[in-house]
């Protein structure tokens, strides 16, 4: 890593290597490329940045030494191996670290730690203190136990999900290409790199489809829907290429050749992340054209006086999707401050007074967020 003067522009900055960053040609661990990745780190913690690191390649650190000659495919198989090669995975970037007497620390998710408020505010104040304390969080998947955390791109997703609810400065994702491009370089000359994105529109994603390498378990979409996560939350975003030996340190400086997405000016904060983007809804409601209006346009809270119609077996403080009753439009998600049935009962005596969902607890359906839960 070359040594030099950086100016210090995001502080809290937050990482994520995907396995093919990590990875020798035969899938297994490099401890170089780790060693490469730790030099950065270090110094920039140095410099006194605040780094979260995502981590892949617990797999990759594992497969051989349970006497598989190739990276596995089945899903046992790769649960096994994560299960012995996150705990190499981390002496690698743990004895780096010491090195230069940094503490590293150890957090495995899963998408219920997100999904669940008191887990998630859990996971929040922990890494708080971690950074205050100067150490720099490790994160990977809890890829041993959960099937749906080993899918295609969940790293990608995990990333932005820790950077938003870090409330992180910068989030970069570093991969074996250097940005988003018009189309795929390998396959077309006239492709042309993104190199400032102010929008992730729909015809983007659909754009960026298609897998990464074969070591590796993410493409350019998965980190399109990552981006538009944390853009929305308010975080920056790079997609720079982590083959220089510096990339971290100049993606730091923003002076990376890659893509950057800018963030939106007004982020949605902890609370308001967690309704947009994990709470489960236990119901539905539909709502009157003048509490669409009122919810959308105004941000008012939503009265009872504008419900028509209640389903879902819901209780206090559940969550609820709320729709527009002509269009059927998904308008957003509010916690509610009444059950199904006190509702109903209101509904149909003809009293509905008062605030059902309050608009500290409510967030709007964008078309952005929208496309976050949308398959292609």
Not at 211 to 227: D, E, H, I, R, V
Request: contains cysteine; negative net charge.
């Amino acid at each position: 890593v070359l040594e030099r003067n950086i100016e210090m522009k995001a502080k809290r900055i937050v990482f994520k290597v995907g396995t093919s960053s990590l990875t020798n040609p035969d899938g297994s661990l490099s401890r170089q490329k780790v060693k490469v990745i730790t030099q950065q780190l270090a110094l920039l913690h140095e410099l006194g940045h605040e780094l979260i690191l995502v981590s892949s390649g617990a797999v990759a650190a594992g497969f051989g030494a349970l006497g598989f000659k190739k990276r596995p495919t089945k899903v046992a198989d790769k649960q096994a191996s994560a299960a012995v090669g996150q705990g190499l995975l981390m002496e690698e970037y743990t004895s780096n670290l010491l090195l230069r007497n940094i503490v590293s620390a150890q957090i495995l998710l899963t998408q219920d730690d997100f999904a669940d408020q008191r887990r998630y505010k859990n996971a929040h104040q922990a890494l708080s203190v971690l950074l205050n304390r100067g150490a720099i969080p490790i994160i990977n998947e809890n890829d041993t136990v959960s099937i749906a955390e080993l899918k295609v791109g969940d790293n990608d997703t995990l990333s932005a999900q820790v950077a938003a609810m870090a409330q992180a400065d910068l989030l970069v994702l570093l991969t074996d290409v250097d940005g988003l491009y018009t189309a795929n370089p390998s396959q077309d000359p006239t492709a042309k790199r993104l190199e400032r994105i102010e929008h992730i529109s729909r015809e983007m994603i659909e754009m960026a489809g298609g897998a990464g390498s074969s070591n590796g378990t993410g493409g350019m979409l998965t980190k399109l829907k990552a981006a538009t996560l944390a853009t929305e939350s308010g975080v920056p975003v790079y997609i720079c290429s982590s083959l220089k030996p510096d990339a971290l340190i100049e993606a730091a400086q923003e002076q990376a050749d890659g893509s950057y997405f800018l963030a939106e000016d007004k982020g949605l904060k902890t609370q308001k992340q967690w309704l947009a983007f994990y709470a489960e809804s236990k119901g539905a409601l539909w709502v009157d054209a003048g509490a669409a209006e009122a919810l959308l346009q105004f941000g008012k809270s939503l009265l009872i006086s504008g419900v028509t119609k209640a389903e879902g077996d819901f209780s206090y403080q559940d969550i609820v999707s709320v729709y527009h009753q002509e269009s059927g439009q998904l308008l957003g998600k509010g916690k509610v401050r009444l059950g199904q049935s006190a509702v109903r009962d209101m509904l149909q005596s003809k009293k509905a007074k008062g605030i059902l969902i309050h608009r500290d607890d409510w967030i709007s359906v964008t078309p952005e967020i929208d496309l976050l839960f949308t398959e292609f």
